[in-house]
Nanobody
Framework: QVQLVESGGGLVQPGGSLRLSCTAS????????MGWYRQAPGNQRELVAA???????AYADSVKGRFTISRDNAKNTVYLQMNSLKPEDTAVYYC???????????????WGQGTQVTVSS
């Protein structure tokens, strides 16, 4: 099995910063793409940022220039640095990781439990 543990959410004032972390553990042969989604009340879950094992990162238009996604492959960890936060960034943030558990198997997507980010004065 594969477990994802998220941390770093909380309450922050508009204009502030937070850094989210998500670490994958368990039966892991290799990891491909890693990413962050968010879901606000009454809204669908939406992609925030993604980072493949190689190649360029991708961001939602609403967070470009403010959020930065990065990964530490040695630690099986993906980060989301969020700067200049706005009230509309308030949501539950979920990480996802595409994991290959064996050398002969395919990739499966796993999700974190979610961490609440609230931007409010």
């Amino acid at each position: 099995q594969v477990q994802l543990v998220e941390s770093g959410g909380g309450l922050v004032q508009p204009g502030g910063s937070l850094r989210l972390s998500c670490t994958a553990s368990g039966s892991i042969f290799s990891i491909n793409a890693m990413g962050w989604y968010r879901q606000a009340p009454g809204n669908q879950r939406e992609l925030v940022a993604a980072i493949p094992s190689g190649g360029s990162t991708a961001y939602a238009d609403s967070v470009k220039g403010r959020f930065t996604i990065s990964r530490d492959n040695a630690k099986n960890t993906v980060y989301l640095q969020m700067n200049s936060l706005k009230p509309e960034d308030t949501a539950v943030y979920y990480c996802n990781v595409d994991v290959k558990r064996t050398s002969w198997g395919g990739f499966s997507r796993y999700w974190g439990q979610g961490t609440q980010v609230t931007v409010s004065s």
